[in-house]
């Protein structure tokens, strides 16, 4: 119904920047909030970065001043620009969306996640 397709990922050194990309397609109402979250191998997975309907912002404190979300609601379209990379940053970059879709009667409430996309930082 609902597809969520990450892209930018790659291999950086420390100090270079990538940015991330995740476009919602299929049959839906609306996007509310979308996120974008990131999981290292032995780790949990954590909240990176949200953004509201409203564009209300909110950080992991370890990216706040490196990292920008932002969306393209013409698009359907999240974004993560990611400066200032470092090694711990290296990670799977999940892209995370609330989406309203077309019930029988009427809009649900739904979660999706994307695929993830490899980010990797050498230093």
């Known amino acids: 119904q609902v597809q969520l397709v990450e892209s930018g990922g790659g291999l950086v050194q420390a100090g270079g920047s990538l940015r991330l990309s995740c476009a919602a397609s299929g049959r839906f109402f609306s996007i509310n909030a979308m996120g974008w979250y990131r999981q290292a191998p032995g780790k949990q997975r954590e909240l990176v970065a949200a953004?509201?309907?409203?564009?209300?912002?909110n950080y992991a404190n370890s990216v706040k001043g490196r990292f920008t979300i932002s969306r393209d609601n013409a698009k359907n379209t999240v974004y993560l620009q990611m400066n200032s990379l470092k090694p711990e940053d290296t990670a799977v970059y999940y892209c995370?969306?609330?989406?309203?879709?077309?019930?029988?009667?009427?809009?649900?409430?739904?979660?999706?996640w994307g695929q993830g996309t490899q980010v990797t930082v050498s230093s």
């Open positions: 953004i509201t309907s409203g564009n209300t912002t």
């Open positions: 995370n969306a609330d989406i309203l879709t077309y019930g029988t009667l009427l809009t649900r409430r739904e979660e999706y």
